[in-house]
């Protein structure tokens, strides 16, 4: 069964510091890796993606680290914010576009 | 100017009641989704239609059945509903074919099954 596993299921970091959310998937057919963030009461949102084809992506304060030949990913908050304290999600996308999301990391940016 | 809305956004009921969540999308996309979300917040897909067309149909109970009148809207329609069935839905909407495939979510909608 096509899995992606997240860790850790949750986080506390002080602010100014970096926080590190990592991701595992098994399908090398995987195309496509999107980190989501969601805030309490609300939809997830895209917050960063990644193809395969790179190691790093960087927007902002936020970057993926990818090691295709580990089937692994990251997404790095750095600076981290008390506005920044949500849920965050793996995912990766397989066939017919369907995207297979992690077990989410619940992230608390102390102030 | 929503780009993904869903009603109710609150849904309380018995068991054993039939219940329908519905889903419009105003970005022009030609694929929708529809998404469970559990009390442990682990988000798994349910369906997913393109141009009207089903194309993602995981392991859901047959209870559950998604229409798709146009490109602009998904419907969800729950039969005989249990207790298993609480949790938060989510519509979901994006261009098939994109290289980036950026899926929006709506806003959720809560399902209490007493």
């Known amino acids: 069964q096509q899995q992606v596993k997240q860790s850790p299921q949750s986080l506390i970091v002080q602010k100014g510091g970096i926080s590190i959310i990592n991701c595992a998937y098994e399908?090398?057919?995987?195309?496509?890796f999107p980190w989501y963030q969601q805030f309490p009461g609300k939809g997830p949102a895209l917050l960063i993606a990644?193809?395969?084809?790179?190691s790093e992506k960087k927007e902002g304060r936020f970057t993926i680290s990818f090691n295709k030949s580990a089937k692994q990913f990251s997404l790095h908050i750095m600076d981290s914010q008390p506005g920044d304290s949500a849920t965050y999600f793996c995912?990766?996308?397989?066939?017919?576009?369907?995207?297979?999301f992690g077990s989410g990391t619940r992230l608390l940016v102390r102030p | 100017d929503t780009a993904v809305s869903q009603t109710p956004k609150y849904l309380v009921t018995q068991m054993g009641n039939d219940k329908s969540i519905k889903c419009e999308q105003n970005?022009?996309?030609?694929?929708m989704y529809w998404y469970k979300q559990d009390s442990k917040k682990f988000l798994k897909i349910m369906f997913s239609y393109n141009n009207k067309e089903l194309i993602i149909n995981e392991t859901v109970p047959n209870r559950f059945s998604p229409k798709s009148p146009d490109k602009a809207h998904l419907n969800l329609h729950i039969n005989s509903l249990e207790l298993g069935d609480s949790a938060v839905y989510f519509c979901?909407?994006?261009?098939?074919?994109?290289?980036?495939?950026?899926?929006?979510f709506g806003p959720g909608t809560r399902l209490t099954v007493l």
């Open positions: 979901a909407s994006s261009q098939w074919g994109e290289s980036t495939d950026t899926q929006y």
């Open positions: 995912a990766s996308r397989g066939s017919s576009y369907k995207l297979i």
């Open positions: 990644i193809r395969p084809d790179v």
């Open positions: 970005l022009g996309h030609d694929t």
């Open positions: 399908n090398t057919a995987f195309d496509y």
